[in-house]
């Protein structure tokens, strides 16, 4: 019990336990049909919606006293999202924390994939604004429940055909749709499509939580993930055409950061701990410094 | 009510049943692999990791059907103090909880319906040992092939035929637990 007083008299991981029991059966449905969004009593979490409560909501059911825990926002470990998300849990739930990946058992993302491999033990949050893949598409909430229902998923298909047709290519280059083990059509949520091959086949179990939309679902160890495409359009990842500025690495996702007001730019990792890594290791960039 | 109803729960529930929640869903994320759980101590026939996953996924707003043994004055006492399901038949149940045997027919549980296949019930299926010997499984959350000393095989593939309808099962055994989600395939090898 000192161990709860000393985090701040809260209970562990900060929610009750009633609240908990519902969201881990939401999330043992959620694995047992691969991709189909399960329903559930999301609550107010002490910050607004959009900074993650559907994944902290998660992130809470699954902890244990014993993991090391990692945030991210947008591949990096150092912004506000991050930063509060990882307090709040070592303040709730005594957790160890950590930036480095392979440290990592759980790791609560917004809108990347780590760079580094992930391993069989490891937990993948995703934080999910829009659950639901065919909503700009169909505003009804009954309309896209009985297409998931008939597997009716022409209108996803109109779409890319209507990227190719105005742009030449399939122009979505986030929240990229993909079909999983062959069944549910499902939104990866904001990441960019350079991430998609990373969820197909993947060691980690992977959960994605939608607080305000209240949904929970689910990608378990090893589950096929297939990016939607066309024979004569195949699904390409996309990046900067560039190499990190600091780390030199050609194949990691970049972030573009507007350095003057006189067209100055760099191109950085955006994963940090990657980026970090590679540096410590000696490897430099165009404008990075020998560690 | 007996006095041994209040026994048996968890200590420290919390901590306890966030451990618990972890293998068990690293069991059914990984169909065949078996885990050990502990922290309830729940009356005759009930297995300690039958226990524990009623104590971390069941409570007032679930209900519970508890077949055949299982379904004794001790155990109804321990569910009404610990967890207060409702207990109920198996036509309405989201979680039900005794051997193979007492189970049958399975297809009085719930399989969810097309449009919320959420909406099924979870068997807990007490067995007297789990082995990794017996069936073939594949699927999501298996790299290549699992196996596990399944009670049968025909029902299962029948479960999985209806897929994404189906019930989903926990085995139990002792401390140890297994899951089996509708998702998998079950060959006979």
Redesign the interface.
Known sequence: MTEIIEAGAYNFAYLDEQTKRMIRRAILKGIAVPGYQVPFASREMPMPYGWGTGGVQVTAACLVPEDRLKVIDQGADDTTNAVSIRRFFQRTAGVSVTEATTEATVIQTRHRIPETPLTEGQILVYQVPIPEPLRFLEPRETETRKMHELEEYGLMHVKLYEDIARHGQIATSYAYPVKVEGRYVMDPSPIPKFDNPKLSGNPAIQLFGAGREQRIYALPPWTEAVSLDFDDHPFETSKAPHDCDLCGARDSYLDEVITDDQGGRMFVCSDTDFCAGRRAKGHTGRLGEAA | MIADALEGGFT????Q???A??E???A???PGTIRRVQGAAPPQPLSVAAGVALL????P??RLHLAGQADCPAVRDWVAFHIGAPVVGAEEADFAVGTWAALQPVSRFRIGQ?????R?A?LIVECDRLVNHGPALT?????TVSWLNLPETATFRANRSL??LGF?CLFTAGQQIAGL???TRVENL
């Open positions: 420290e529930a919390p901590v049943s966030a451990r929640f972890r068990i869903l690293e059914m994320a990984r971390v996924l069941t409570d707003t679930t097309p449009d919320y296949p959420d099924s979870t699927g999501p959350g298996i790299e897929f994404p989903d989600p509708r998702s």
